[in-house]
């Protein structure tokens, strides 16, 4: 089943075509990756999902709901969490304290006026976020200022922020850009370890990491998608080396 | 036993200020300060702490509280000459009516952040001054101010020196409670990380406006109460309770004392009001050109305020005591 529907979206920046017509089913648990040259589009359409931009025309159906016209703040309630290019955590607060925001918005949802609450009815829920923190490897890091963390870690927290409140879609936008090898390959190995039951979009420029993670690749150039397979049919596809190369070289 | 020992670690601070607060008319004579310096600063630090829900949480610097303080503080006094001389129905409308406005102002300023937010603070402020001297002078008094207020009452209680200091002092300590209760609630988690990052926040499922809209709002109760208090302890209204320079003064006082620690503005307070009122008087004419070094200094080598100069302290000491 499709866990997301993406359905003829459009999108124009003044004379600049970003999205047109895009057609794309996420199918419910497999890491579908987004390919594709720079400006191709690829992030421009992990924005639309996330409810940062507005397309000009198309819908998109997450389980059934509409997403467009919804704010980035229910858009994560109802399931979707994103994983920025650089880092995005709480950089002043410490570890715990920005898995914990995630957790209370689980159980609060978007606003909650429980200004007077105690400590005592928070503590199974910073519980719950110190075996998130732990699950992520953080536990060192525990009380740490999030902002001081390496940028490998800093990762890992925000990944941990991300599946605090269990998403059910996972959008990544080039998880590992800028990265060493290393890093690269204990994020491909956190990734792979995730609980099967979430769906992953990964935007990535790195081969070796779409090789490694993807079930489906999508391909996208000048804002259209090109091409569409098993990480095998896109190997050799010829619209996919076009894309990539220029039609000289093929 | 552990609770207990929870209960004095988590409300330190709160007994710490009530201490120094009940017990400040007992040594606040012999540094100099008179009798009503006392009140006006517990009144300050209502004001000063629920500032700092706002500007320390949230990071939105606003620059006209005074709206709040001084609105509250005309219908306070309204309310004392129109209706009754009971503090009670008073305040209570006062503060009512301020909130209101303050819901009106938030909805409209939080839709900009950074210097916007501060400047349309700003003009809203300034637009309730000029109101209070103008087109609504029949009730304010316009340039003279609102006088002719009755004694206020408590009931049977004359509410005149030592009496308006303790409940002044016991509503400065009950609200900075609150304040800390806030601070430790999965609200003020939010707030603070509006302050650190707000698309994450608003990435992370939260309504992140809603929660700006709520600090506005306690922040400006904060305010009314704090204006309606300046009321009993003075009958009097001046149009400069809702000017720009009243609420330039509580941003100084913030920075000085520390931003965001709740107890560090209402240090900022006392010391702002305390300088102002006696050492003002030893160090003559120049004491703003002093207070506005003070300031500077403040700003350049401990823009932390004075909390951070505590903090560093104490960082001193331990390490020294752990060296040895």
Redo the contacts between chains.
């Keep these: 089943m499709a866990i997301l529907d993406i359905h003829q979206v459009s999108l124009s920046f003044g004379g600049l075509k970003a999205l047109q017509n895009v057609h794309l089913k996420i199918e419910q648990g497999t890491t579908h990756a987004l390919i594709g040259p720079n400006g191709a589009g690829k992030s421009t359409l992990l924005n639309v999902l996330?409810g940062m931009l507005k397309p000009d025309d198309g819908s998109v159906m997450f389980d059934g709901k509409p997403l467009l016209d919804v704010?980035?703040?229910?858009i994560?309630?109802l399931g979707i969490?994103?994983v920025f290019q650089t880092p995005?955590?709480?950089?002043?607060?410490t570890v715990l304290?920005n898995v914990?925001?995630?957790v209370?918005?689980?159980r609060?949802?978007?606003?909650?006026?429980?200004?007077?609450?105690?400590?005592r009815k928070?503590r199974p829920l910073i519980e719950f976020a110190q075996e998130q923190i732990c699950e992520l490897g953080l536990e060192n890091h525990m009380y740490t200022l999030a902002g001081s963390l390496s940028r490998g870690d800093k990762r890992r927290l925000e990944m941990a922020?991300?599946l605090a409140?269990k998403p059910r879609l996972l959008l990544l936008d080039e998880p590992t850009a800028g990265m060493a090898r290393h890093e690269t390959e204990k994020t491909i190995e956190l990734l792979r370890g995730l609980n099967g039951n979430i769906t992953k979009v990964i935007v990535e420029h790195d081969m070796n990491v779409v090789f490694s993670l993807a079930d489906k690749i999508s391909v996208l150039s000048q804002g259209q998608i090109i091409a569409e397979g098993s990480p095998d049919e896109i190997k050799g596809h010829p619209k996919v080396i076009e894309a990539y190369l220029g039609e000289a070289q093929v | 036993m552990n609770q207990q020992a929870?209960f004095w670690q988590?409300n330190r601070m709160v007994l710490m200020f009530a201490a120094v607060a009940l017990t400040m008319p007992l040594w606040f004579p012999f540094i100099g300060g008179y009798s009503g310096l006392d009140t006006k600063i517990m009144i300050f630090c209502i004001f000063l702490v629920g500032f700092d829900i706002l500007l320390g949480f949230t990071g939105y610097l606003s620059f006209g509280h005074a709206a709040f303080f001084g609105i509250s503080a005309y219908v306070t006094g309204i309310m004392l000459k129109g209706y009754s001389d009971n503090i009670l129905p008073a305040m209570f409308v006062a503060v009512i009516a301020a909130t209101l406005v303050a819901v009106v102002i938030g909805l409209l300023t939080l839709k900009r952040t950074g210097i916007y937010f501060s400047i349309l603070t700003l003009a809203f402020a300034e637009m309730f001054d000029s109101m209070a001297m103008a087109m609504l002078q029949e009730w304010t008094g316009g340039e003279n101010g609102l006088t002719g207020l009755p004694t206020p009452m408590l009931f049977d209680l004359k509410m005149q020196g030592a009496t308006v200091f303790y409940f002044s002092a016991f509503m400065a300590i009950g609200l900075f409670y609150?304040a800390k209760?806030?601070e430790?609630?999965?609200?003020?988690?939010?707030m603070?990380?509006i302050?650190?990052?707000q698309?994450?926040?608003?990435?992370?499922?939260?309504?992140?406006r809603?929660?700006k809209l709520?600090a506005f709002i306690?922040s400006a109760v904060y305010a009314a109460i704090a204006g309606s208090l300046m009321v009993v302890y003075e009958p009097f209204v001046g149009h400069e309770f809702l000017g720009w320079h009243q609420s330039g003064e509580v941003v100084i006082m913030s920075v000085i004392g520390g931003v965001g620690t709740l107890v560090g503005p209402m240090i900022g307070a006392g010391f702002m009001l305390y300088f102002e009122n006696v050492l003002s008087v030893n160090l003559g004419e120049q004491w703003l050109l002093v207070l506005g070094l003070i300031f500077m200094a403040v700003v350049v080598f401990m823009p932390g305020g004075f909390m951070e100069a505590v903090e560093r302290l104490k960082k001193r000491i331990f390490t020294t005591i752990d060296g040895e």
């Design positions: 996330t704010n980035s703040f229910d994560n309630q969490a994103k995005s955590i709480f950089p002043e607060m304290q914990t925001i995630p209370f918005a689980a609060d949802g978007s606003f909650c006026l429980n200004m007077l609450q105690g400590r928070q922020i991300c409140n | 929870s988590h609150v209760r806030i430790r609630s999965p609200v003020g988690l939010m603070k990380a302050k650190c990052n698309t994450r926040l608003e990435y992370t499922g939260i309504n992140a809603k929660y709520l306690i």
